[in-house]
């Protein structure tokens, strides 16, 4: 079968390796859908900290059954299958309080590789994260779980509530799934800055009541509305987190979701911190819960992926899908074999 590699940085190649056999409680799936993602481009530009090289790439994923393992129950070859790529340990401190994001061994054993014919899961994501897709539910839709899975836990860390304004500082695929989130919790206006033209197209189609090109209009923009109850930082570079608090309201909230490298630093107002009381908070991952909300989001077709979606090419034009992603013409691009 082939599988797309990143054996260092910079580096992206296209292997034949052997289909693999699921041992006990594995199931491997054939690829219908795969989506390109800002991890996997970050992977491939510079590594990431969290997954050593040489990598497979790829992790957002749907595809349909091809063989199960010994002692896999309730799923047969054929079965349309929806997944996300980690699992919890259940074991640790984190996971007795309920706080499975945060399990290490949870992106510490990424299934990883979705960009090929096939992908094997293991027992573990089998076991806990994979679920029957319904007939309702296209491939490429399913292979959104895991961003959407991601957005409904920073959702619930932001707390939208009916009649907040809401400012979202990005204009990625995270941005446009915030943005239709934020929509469904009754935000009373939602503002979108970015630097692409097409995609703030996109979301102003999704609802986004104003988008804004970044720069001295944005704050501009911001500051006449009188801050934002909701700032929603999707950027993940140091200089938005540091603007994402100047464009709150007081009393207001600044989700910082875009990661940036660690040992980043950044610098706040304390003023504005302490005497306007905003709220500054992270959030990482998902859990069990987010999992299943997203997606009986998407089953119901309450979250729209299509038009995120810009382009679809086949694995053998691997090459022009990355290309595409990096430069921001597209949001996400399918993969598919």
């Known amino acids: 079968m082939r599988r797309l590699e990143v054996p260092g940085p910079g580096r992206v190649e296209m292997r034949s390796v052997p289909i693999p056999e699921p041992g006990p409680g594995e199931v491997l799936v054939a690829v219908e859908s ?47 299958i929806a997944c996300v790529p980690t699992a919890p340990c259940g074991r640790c401190s984190y ?16 299934v990883l590789g979705a960009f090929a014919d096939y992908v094997l899961l293991p027992s573990r994501i089998v076991a806990t994260r994979l679920f029957h897709r319904p007939a309702s539910m296209p491939a490429v839709a399913a292979a959104a779980l895991e961003p959407l899975a991601c957005v409904v836990h920073g959702a619930a860390r932001a707390a939208i509530n009916a009649g907040d304004s ?47 090109l970044g720069g001295d209009e944005l704050a ?31 009393g207001g909230r600044v989700l910082l979701f875009g990661g940036c490298a660690a040992g980043t630093g950044v610098r706040f107002d304390a003023g504005r911190i302490h005497y306007d009381e905003i709220d500054v908070i992270g959030a990482f991952h998902y859990g069990g819960d987010d999992v299943r909300a997203a997606l009986d989001l998407l089953a119901a077709g309450a979250v729209r992926i299509d038009p995120l979606v810009t382009h679809s090419l086949p694995l053998s034009r691997f090459a022009e899908a990355l290309d595409l992603a990096r430069s921001g013409r597209a949001v996400k691009v399918e993969i598919h074999p």
């Open 34 to 80: 795969a989506l390109t993602c800002g991890t996997d481009l970050k992977l491939v530009s510079r590594g990431h900290a969290r997954i050593p090289l040489p990598s497979p790439l790829g992790h957002e994923f749907a595809g349909t059954v091809a063989r199960t393992g010994p002692g896999v129950e309730g799923f047969a070859s054929g079965d349309a």
């Open 95 to 110: 996971c007795s309080r309920g706080r499975e994001n945060l399990c290490p061994e949870a992106v510490g054993r990424i």
């Open 166 to 212: 809401v400012l979202i500082l990005g204009d990625g695929p995270i941005a446009l799934l915030f943005l239709q989130l934020a929509r469904m919790r009754g935000a009373s206006r939602i503002l979108v800055a970015g630097h692409h033209p097409e995609r703030l197209r996109v979301a102003a189609a999704l609802g986004a009541a104003t988008t804004v």
């Open 220 to 250: 501009a923009a911001v500051h006449a509305e009188g801050g934002a109850d909701r700032v929603i930082e999707c950027v993940g570079r140091p200089e938005a987190w540091e603007q994402a608090h100047t464009l709150a309201a007081p």
